[in-house]
């Protein structure tokens, strides 16, 4: 009897047992390795799955990080304008406070000549009428500064309240005057208006004009109140020039036969206007805002400045120290000798 067969897998003539123990070796192989494999695959899928969750753990983490920086930058520049925003309102406010106090002192100096009796009554008065003396002076210099050619007189006896007279000069010929007058009150009134209408009248002049500190509610810069140009410290120049062109349009008019009364009204109507106000506002605030943005590019170039100036100075100790210790290396009492073209001062 035959007791051997042949294998399917390596196709030997084996015995009986010796079969059914290779096909079982080969099926618990076939089962191992299927065990081993589910294993991996479960494994590495496991692994795949918590490296997926660990980046996307990871890119929240990113997200929430970029977010917060973007945050903190915002509030840090947001910081800077702000605080920059500050000293420039601090020093053009001490800019301004220290021009007024030098007047003020000058002004001061100028009447401490005086006799003690007159300071003593000055003093009483309070120091209100001496910041309106030193504000009508200093109004009045730079009414002289941009129209030299004007003529400016002194107040005549009877014509209290008026401050500066100004007479409006085109080619040599007088077109008109303006009466000036400077408040620093600190609450508005209307009983001025007429009181300087009467005191332009008492010297036949043209236009009126009141500059003052606190201007009526619905006033903002410069109007023409009651045949009374009312403007504050800060416009008063361009009322100036206002006044000064509605006057010299009107004694052109004047002279030419073809304007009639009509053109006359006209032209000082549209100088009245909203219109032309608001386009005289506009223009100097582009004029403020560019004055603004200079002093601040002179303050930054300053700083810069000064910053270089201690660097180099930093780098002039530095390299004296080097020679010193070269020196002491070399055992030298003497100094090295000196670099053509540095002078004793940048060492």
Not at 239 to 261: G, N, Q, Y
């Amino acid at each position: 009897m035959n007791n051997k067969v042949k294998c399917p897998s390596c196709g030997n003539d084996i015995e009986i047992n010796d079969a059914l123990a290779h096909q079982l070796k080969e099926e618990t192989e076939r089962i191992k390795k299927a065990v081993e494999e589910d294993a991996r695959k479960k494994i590495q899928n496991e692994f795949e799955e918590k490296e997926k969750e660990r980046n996307k753990l990871l890119e929240a983490e990113k997200q929430k990080n970029k977010e917060l920086a973007e945050t903190i930058a915002a509030a840090e520049k947001n910081k800077r304008r702000e605080e920059e925003k500050i000293r420039e309102e601090v020093a053009e406010a001490a800019a301004e406070k220290h021009r007024l106090e030098k007047l003020e002192w000058e002004k001061t100096k100028a009447d401490m000549q005086k006799t003690v009796e007159t300071l003593q009554r000055q003093g009483k008065q309070g120091s209100q009428q001496l910041q309106g003396e030193v504000l009508e002076l200093d109004l009045e210099g730079q009414l002289k500064s941009n129209f030299p050619n004007d003529e400016f007189l002194p107040i005549p006896k009877g014509v209290e309240g008026g401050d500066i007279w100004q007479k409006v000069m085109e080619s040599g010929d007088e077109v008109g005057s303006i009466l000036w007058e400077t408040k620093r009150a600190k609450t508005w009134d209307k009983k001025w208006l007429p009181k300087l209408r009467a005191n332009t009248a008492k010297v036949n002049g043209s236009e009126s004009i009141l500059v003052s500190q606190i201007l009526p509610p619905d006033v903002k810069g410069f109007h023409l109140i009651d045949r009374v140009w009312v403007s504050n410290y800060e416009y008063a120049l361009h009322t100036a020039r206002i006044v000064r062109f509605l006057l010299r349009r009107v004694a052109v008019a004047k002279k030419s036969t073809s304007h009639t009364d009509d053109d006359l009204r006209k032209i000082r109507e549209y100088i009245n206007s909203d219109n032309f106000k608001h386009k005289i506002s506009m223009h100097y605030d582009v004029i403020k805002a560019m004055r603004e943005e200079l002093d601040s590019e002179v303050r930054l170039t300053q700083v810069r400045w000064k910053r270089r100036e201690e660097q180099i100075k930093s780098l002039n100790v530095n390299f004296s120290q080097l020679e010193g210790e070269i020196n002491l290396m070399v055992d030298k009492t003497s100094e090295l000798p000196q670099i053509a073209g540095e002078s004793d001062n940048d060492k």
